[in-house]
């Protein structure tokens, strides 16, 4: 399969007037060839990597938190349809049971892709090792202190792909975790009341990640920096919810200003995403949507019902440059799970994870490990 005159965008956040050329399910080459008669005609369109979703608990009613492989196969199929060909099954603050349900059926679809579906790069394991103070829509009844066993027994199941760990420093056994578990995997700092000094303390035993950020964590003063001042100085990476409702659309634009190539866009999406407003169900708590919002019976906002690829079309219409909202869903998020080469980049060896986009960023044609998909 080729790819002609299409404008290309590279890791280094260029782009380029190339041809790509696929085989065997990677990309091949990468240059101005001479295109077979065939080959899909790109020109007038970007030609991008497909997107990486580090952060995203479900999609078209299912939930990773289900614990089944059918489950983890609806959401794969749904956001490959979207434009995100890569995504890490997040969970929820649960009980060690339903984690390792999970962890096992993640290990089961890695091992056995499905066809024309977005696939699995591991686990985010989002709790239970959270604040209670700041759980968000995080469940208090399952939130237990840092337990490095308690991981490890969930990332053996899994086959070890769990991918990052959360944790609010401050936490009893915490700074000890952090030593330990980011020996195996990222450490996120996540749900948390963490002051300045708390957090820079948890960057230098091992942390180098921050989730959602703004969100379930003190506000960035110029007295108060907090976890988002401490990230500025010292995280490699920060995720981003840009769906313009968890972060005010000038505070998106800030922060990349702030982070430059260290932000990656994430949806935090639940079950809820491409469904219609109602009543669903996050981490065994009661989640309401209205006008595309999803809420705690509290009223507190939950997850997001928006996709990857809608919440990279709305970053650019805040104002980010388009070159920093491509590489905050493509080569950034693949370099902060230890990624790239793999996925996230348009470059020889590279999966043949490829969006053809037109200029309002709309997929005209998706393909997933070599395969045009269906749409």
Known sequence: MQIKNG?????????????????????????????EADAIDAEGMYVV?????????????????DGTVGALDIMAAHLAKQGVTSFCATTMTLGEDVLSEVAEAVKTRMADPAEYSAKICGINMEGPFVSKAKRGAQNEKFIVNPDYDFFSRVNEKSGYHVKLIDVAPELDGAMEFIQKASKDCVVSIAHTQA???????????GASHVTHLYNAMPAFTHRAPGVIGAAAEHTRYVELICDGIHVHPAVVKATFAMFGDRVCIISDAMKACGLPDGEYELGKQAVFVRNGCAYLANGSIAASTTNLAECVRRTVKFGV??????????????????????????????EADILILDKELHPKTIIVGGKILPM
């Open 7 to 35: 404008t290309a965008f590279f890791k280094d956040g260029s782009f380029g007037k190339t041809n790509v050329s696929i085989n065997h399910g990677k990309i091949s080459d990468v240059s101005s060839f001479a295109p």
């Open 49 to 65: 990597p497909g997107y990486i979703d580090l952060h995203i608990h479900g999609a078209d009613g299912s939930d990773c938190c």
């Open 195 to 205: 002051d300045y000094d708390t957090a820079v303390a948890a960057f230098k035993n």
């Open 321 to 350: 440059p388009l070159e920093a909202a491509l590489k905050a869903a493509t080569i950034n998020p693949a370099r902060a799970i230890g990624e790239e080469g793999r996925i996230g980049s348009i470059e020889t060896g590279a």
